[in-house]
């Protein structure tokens, strides 16, 4: 069960559980679906016009971009930003998973509301996703200037990176496209946990049948929550990809055009003004197959360590009754 469950037979998860089991999770995922991270976030970046009938940019369509990029750069670009993408994953999923189960509790111990609604998982899941977001943001910056860049590579390693961009522009340039983040991230986040809930609700086998559906329902809920949300708040994904990418321009010079974005409210005028409403879904194909992928495991991975950590805890407590059985 995500989140805390008062009627749980089970012991409450713990916030060190939930951190760990939220890391893991988010580390295994990561390693699953880094190459359509780096496809979205191609797509996001290119001005021109992504359409297999007239094709104007670099990229214009799924399995053309993956050519590309595979003959130009080599399988490995697949993952190019990888350490810095899973010390996001890691970070990211421990403070969220955390957060979210002591939010919940705190919720249910502390107010007349229910914590196992899905309303309440909506509000408490973008607070945990917001929370997550202000701590990862650097990361996140790093991960998405390594997944930009092409050949040759303007950062040689991470620590190359964070030398280059703390002298060109101080520590305010690890914070770009935040605010566009956090008003995506509060709806995306929020949304994944509310339909996460929803859908485990209606997929639930009868009381009585003796099944579960394991984890297996977790990956089919997950993944439909995922494409749900990323559908509905898509657009402030891509405001944050472009700014975060500010200063970046010359790497990105022979991918086709660079613009250089002051603000939020810039960048959202130019992209309507030079791109169209369209302009606001690049990327979207490539997205909907990560989030789903991307949201599906990672509440899988987190329902199954959570439950082998859980497991692991009873079975230690239970050697330590037999052995000392005065403790009992």
């Known amino acids: ?20 089991a939220g890391s893991t999770a988010g580390l295994v995922t990561r390693a699953l679906i880094s190459p359509f991270d780096v496809l979205k976030i191609r797509f996001q970046l290119q001005i021109e016009q992504v359409s297999s009938q007239r094709p104007e940019g670099k990229y214009w369509g799924l399995f053309q971009a993956s050519r590309c990029i595979y003959s130009e750069e080599g399988l490995s670009a697949f993952w190019k930003g990888h350490i810095p993408a899973q010390m996001l994953s890691i970070c990211f999923g421990a403070v969220q998973f955390a957060s979210f189960e002591f939010l919940t509790e705190t919720v249910h111990k502390s107010t007349p509301y229910d914590s196992r609604t899905a309303g309440v998982h909506f509000v408490c899941g973008g607070l945990a996703a917001c929370s997550a977001t202000v701590v990862c943001q650097p990361l996140d910056t790093l991960r998405t200037r390594f997944a ?77 929550a995922g494409i749900i949300s990323k559908t509905l708040t898509y657009p402030f994904d891509l405001f944050k990809k472009r700014l975060q990418v500010r200063g970046f321009e010359a790497a990105r010079v022979h991918f086709g055009q660079v613009r250089n974005y002051r603000g939020l409210v810039d960048c959202m005028v130019q992209i309507a003004q030079e791109e169209g409403v369209r302009g606001f879904f690049k990327g979207l194909s490539p997205s909907l197959v990560k989030a789903a992928l991307s949201t599906g495991f990672t509440f899988f991975w987190y329902e199954f360590f959570l439950n082998a950590i859980q497991n692991l805890s009873e079975r230690q407590k239970t050697n330590n009754i037999i052995q000392n059985p005065e403790e009992r």
Do not use: I, W
């Open 1 to 20: 069960m995500v989140g805390y469950d008062p009627g749980s037979q089970s012991a409450v998860h713990s916030p060190e559980a939930a951190a760990l």
């Open 148 to 224: 930009a860049q092409g050949e040759p590579k303007v950062y040689r390693n991470l620590r190359h990176a964070v030398s280059t961009m703390c002298r060109s522009g101080g520590a305010l340039t690890f914070y770009h496209g935040l605010l566009p983040t956090l008003m995506a991230v509060f709806p995306y986040a929020g949304l994944q946990f509310f339909f996460y809930n929803v859908f485990k609700e209606l997929l639930a086998p009868p009381p009585n049948s003796g099944k579960s559906g394991g984890n297996m329902r977790s990956l089919v809920c997950g993944s439909g």
